[in-house]
Nanobody, 125 residues
């Protein structure tokens, strides 16, 4: 599975961005797509995830109400709409693909076998 993330950029606080992640290859071997981010000097953290079947979505608390994850099954593409951006949202955003397991495992980066190259989001105050 190959993942191509795009859509990052430099914006001001309060602005919006939409990230895209196009998947190709043996995508049928995965059933959940996630977005993680890594700020300078910090560990990679879970942001949001969506299951291909059923469209179930999951978010970390800090982005609930501001970010929306969605998918287009026909295009094998996942989106992350980010509104009301804050400086603390700054970081490199990675999309990832994996296999879903019940119990909140989707928050763990180790649950995702495939990763995109990352796209930088910078939010200025």
């Amino acid at each position: 599975v190959q993942l191509q993330a795009s859509g990052g950029g430099l914006v001001q606080a309060g602005d919006s961005l939409r990230l895209s992640c196009a998947a190709s290859g043996r995508t049928f071997s995965t059933d959940i797509m996630g977005w993680f981010r890594q700020a300078p000097g910090k560990e990679r953290e879970f942001v949001a995830a969506i299951r291909w079947t059923g469209g179930y979505t999951y978010y970390t608390d800090s982005v609930k109400g501001r970010f929306t994850i969605s998918r287009d099954n026909a295009k094998n593409t996942v989106y992350l709409q980010m509104n009301s951006l804050k400086p603390e949202d700054t970081g490199v955003y990675y999309c990832a693909a994996g296999t879903y397991r019940a119990g909140g495992y989707y928050r763990r980066s180790s649950e995702y076998a495939y990763w995109g190259q990352g796209t930088l989001v910078t939010v200025s105050s």
